[in-house]
C-alpha cells in the first residue's frame, strides 16, 4: 500500500429526498443548456431569417408584377414606383419586363430551396448533438451513483429518464429556443414591413394578437400537470414491459400470458387517454387562436381595400403584398400553440431528468486519497453498523479481524446481513457508523477503483453481458491478453466446456448468460473474478443455486482461486463451510458465534441445527433413491 497524506473518512451520506424544481429554474437550466449550443443555434436561426428575408423578396417582385400589369391594362394608372430606383431599360417591352420578374422569382425560389436543404440538415445535426450529449451525461452520472440511488428507484423509470425524458429536454433546444428566436426576429421583420407600407392598417390588423400571447400562458398552465402525469405513466408502462420480459418464466409457467397482456394494454390506455385529453385542450386552444388571426383578414379587407380604392394603397405592393405578411404573421403567431408544447414537454422531463444529474454522489474517492495495490495484512471491522435505511439497522457492532491468506466462511439466517457485510467490503455502501480497514487504513481514505479492484467478488446469481466468453471474462481487464484470460478460465474450472463450444473463447454469450447453464455461468464469474488477480475474493453463496454434481465443480474450482488470496465464503451448506479456516454465525445483524467448523458443531446452537437438517436432508435424499431403485426393479419383474 502506498500514499500521501491522510485524509478524514466522510460521513455516511443519508438518501435525500429528490426535490421538485421550480419552473423558472428548469427553464433557467435548460437556457443555460441551451447556450452551450449558441454557436450551432446561431447558424440555425441565421438561415432561418434568411429564409424570411427571401420570403419578403419572392412577395415584393410579385406585388411589383401586380402593380406593374395594372399600369399597362388601366389607362389613368399611377406611374409605377420602382423600388430602390431600379427600373427596366424603357426600351423593354411588357412580356420582357414580366419574363425578367419571373426569373427572379425562380432564382430567389431556387436559392431557397437550397437554404431550407441547409436549415433541415443543420437543425437536425444540432437535435443530434444534444440528445447524445444529454444522454451522455445522464449515463455517466449513473455510473457514479451509489446503490442507494438504485434502491430507492425503479429500473423502468431509470431507463425512461435516458431515452424518452433526454429526448424531451433535447427538444427545448430546437423546439423551443430557435423556435422562439425565429419566430421573434420573423414577426419583427414582418411588423417592421408593414409598418413602413402603412402603419395605421398595421395597428387596426394586429389588435388582437396581445389576446394570443394571453391565450398561450393560460394553456401552458393547463397542460402542465398532464405533461408530468405523461411521464409517469411512461415509466408504469415500460415497467410492466420488463417485468414481464424479465419474468417470462414466471408469467408462462402459470399460464398468465393473456392477464399481463391485458395489464399492458391498460397502460397503454392510460398514457391514450391522458395524451387524448392533452391533444384536446390543443385542439380547443389552435382553432381559437385561428380565429383571432382570420378577424385580422376581414380588418384587411375592409380597412386595406378603402385604403386602394383611396389611391393610399398600391394593390400589389400594398394590399397584396400585405395580405400576404399578415396571412405569414398569423402563421408564426401559431406557432406559439406548439411552442408552448415543447415548453410543457421538456419540463416535465428536464425536472426528472435533472434528478439524476443532481443527484449526490455518496459513495466516492476522498481527496488526496491513498492509492492501494494489495491487502497484504489484514481486514479489519471495527464496531461496525448499518442499515439502508437510518431507522433500521442491517448490522449492529460488528468487529472482526480477517488476516491476509485467511479463508473466512460466513452463515446465518436469511435476512441476518450475510451480503451487506460483503457490500460494505466492496464499498458499495459506507458504514453508518464503525470502521472497515484494510491494512490499518481506513476504507474511506482509500481509493475508490483501487479498492474496488484489489477485491473481487462472486455473487450468488451473477450477471453476464451480452458478449463473447472472452470479453467477459476479461470485463475488469480490458487489455488482458488470452493467455490471462484462458489462465483465469483454468482455475476457474470453465476451460473445459469453454473449449467444447464453437468459437470457444469467441463464442457469444446471450442475453444475461441465458445459452449457459447455471454452473457455467458462476465459473465465468470466478474466472472474472480472478483474471484481475485480486488480493481478496468474496464469495456471496455462489453455490447456492446450482446442483451438488456442479456444486462440486465450482468448489474445487473456488479451492483453486483462493490460492495466495484472502477469501470470504458466505453459505449456509456445510459441505462449503467445512472447508474454511474459521466461520462467523451472523444472526440478527451481530456475531453470535466464531469457530472453526467442529468447534461450531460443538458451541453454537444454530450451526448445530443447520448440520442436522443438511444431515436429515441428505439421508432423506438418499433413502428416496433407494426406494425409487427399488420400485423401478419391481416393475420390471
Known amino acids: 500500500m502506498s500514499g500521501v497524506s491522510e485524509v478524514s473518512p466522510g460521513s455516511q451520506s443519508r438518501p435525500q429526498a429528490r426535490r421538485k424544481l421550480s419552473s423558472k429554474k428548469l427553464l433557467r437550466r435548460l437556457l443555460r443548456l441551451a447556450l452551450e449550443y449558441r454557436g450551432p443555434c446561431t447558424v440555425v436561426v441565421l438561415l432561418q431569417i434568411t429564409l424570411v428575408v427571401l420570403s419578403l423578396s419572392t412577395l415584393g417582385i410579385t406585388g411589383l408584377g401586380i402593380d406593374y400589369l395594372s399600369s399597362q391594362v388601366l389607362k389613368n394608372a399611377e406611374p409605377l414606383r420602382w423600388p430602390l430606383g431600379l427600373h427596366p ?6 412580356f420582357q419586363v414580366i419574363t425578367a420578374m419571373s426569373g427572379l422569382i425562380l432564382i430567389v425560389a431556387m ?8 436549415a433541415a440538415i443543420a437543425s437536425s445535426a444540432l437535435s443530434q448533438e444534444v440528445l447524445v450529449q444529454i444522454r451522455t451525461d445522464v449515463y455517466s452520472k449513473l455510473q457514479q451513483l451509489s446503490f442507494n440511488f438504485y434502491d430507492a428507484g425503479e429500473s423502468s423509470s431509470i431507463i425512461n429518464r435516458a431515452a424518452g425524458d433526454a429526448s424531451n429536454v433535447r427538444s427545448f433546444v430546437d423546439g423551443v429556443i430557435i423556435k422562439v428566436l425565429t419566430v421573434c426576429l420573423t414577426l419583427t421583420v414582418y411588423l417592421l414591413y408593414m409598418l413602413k407600407m402603412h402603419v395605421g392598417l398595421t395597428v387596426a390588423c394586429l389588435a388582437s394578437t396581445p389576446l394570443l400571447w394571453v391565450g398561450a400562458i393560460v394553456f401552458s398552465k393547463l397542460v402542465q400537470p398532464a405533461y408530468r402525469q405523461a411521464s409517469e405513466l411512461s415509466d408504469v408502462m415500460i ?23 391485458a395489464k399492458f394494454e391498460e397502460a397503454n390506455h392510460n398514457i391514450r387517454d391522458l395524451k387524448e385529453t392533452i391533444f384536446f385542450r390543443i385542439s380547443t386552444f389552435q382553432p381559437s387562436m385561428g380565429l383571432l388571426t382570420q378577424i ?12 386602394v380604392i383611396r389611391g393610399d394603397l398600391a394593390l400589389g405592393t400594398g394590399l397584396f403584398v400585405f395580405a400576404n405578411l399578415l396571412h405569414e404573421f398569423a402563421n408564426q403567431v401559431s406557432q406559439i400553440t406548439n411552442i408552448a408544447n415543447s415548453i410543457q414537454t421538456s419540463l416535465a422531463s428536464a425536472q426528472r431528468v435533472f434528478e439524476v444529474l443532481d443527484e449526490p454522489i455518496q459513495i466516492a474517492t476522498a481527496a488526496n486519497a491513498l492509492r492501494v495495490e494489495r491487502v497484504s495484512h489484514s481486514i ?15 448490522l449492529h457492532d460488528v468487529s472482526l479481524r480477517i488476516q491476509a491468506g485467511e479463508c473466512l466462511g460466513i452463515t446465518g439466517p436469511t435476512g441476518s446481513g450475510k451480503t451487506t457485510l460483503l457490500s460494505l467490503l466492496k464499498r458499495f455502501y459506507d458504514v453508518r457508523s464503525g470502521n472497515i480497514r484494510l491494512d490499518g487504513v481506513d476504507l474511506r481514505k482509500l481509493n475508490l477503483d483501487d479498492v474496488r479492484r484489489a477485491i473481487g467478488i462472486v455473487f450468488q446469481d451473477s450477471f453476464l453481458f451480452s458478449n463473447t466468453i472472452a470479453a467477459n471474462i476479461s470485463f475488469g481487464v480490458p487489455d488482458a491478453t488470452l493467455g490471462q484470460i484462458t489462465a483465469a478460465a483454468k482455475i476457474a474450472a470453465a476451460e473445459e466446456f469453454i473449449h467444447e463450444l464453437p468459437d470457444q473463447y469467441e463464442s457469444m454469450v446471450g442475453e444475461h448468460g441465458a445459452n449457459l447453464s447455471g454452473g457455467q455461468r458462476q465459473r465465468l464469474a470466478l474466472a472474472r473474478a480472478i483474471v484481475t488477480n485480486p488480493s481478496i475474493l468474496l464469495l456471496d453463496d455462489a453455490t447456492a443455486s446450482v446442483d451438488p454434481e456442479t456444486e462440486y465443480e465450482i468448489r474445487e474450482a473456488i479451492v483453486a482461486a483462493m490460492h495466495d488470496r484472502t477469501t470470504i465464503v458466505v453459505s449456509n451448506r456445510l459441505s462449503t463451510l467445512s472447508q474454511t479456516d474459521r466461520i462467523v454465525v451472523l444472526q440478527d445483524g451481530t456475531i453470535s458465534a466464531v469457530g472453526t467448523h467442529e468447534e461450531l458443531l460443538e458451541a453454537c446452537d444454530w450451526y448445530r441445527e443447520l448440520a442436522e437438517l443438511q444431515g436429515l436432508s441428505a439421508r432423506r435424499v438418499s433413502r428416496a433413491v433407494v426406494n425409487f431403485g427399488k420400485h423401478e426393479t419391481m416393475k420390471k419383474h
Open 89 to 94: 431599360p424603357v426600351t423593354w417591352s411588357p
Open 111 to 118: 436559392l431557397t430551396a437550397v437554404l431550407k436543404y441547409l
Open 239 to 261: 415497467r410492466t414491459l420488463v417485468e414481464n420480459l424479465q419474468g417470462i418464466q414466471v408469467v408462462k409457467g402459470f399460464a398468465r400470458e393473456s392477464e399481463q397482456a
Open 296 to 307: 385580422n383578414m376581414v380588418v384587411l379587407i375592409g380597412y386595406g381595400g378603402m385604403l
Open 380 to 394: 479489519e471491522l471495527d464496531q461496525v453498523s448499518f442499515g439502508y435505511h437510518p431507522d433500521r439497522m442491517v
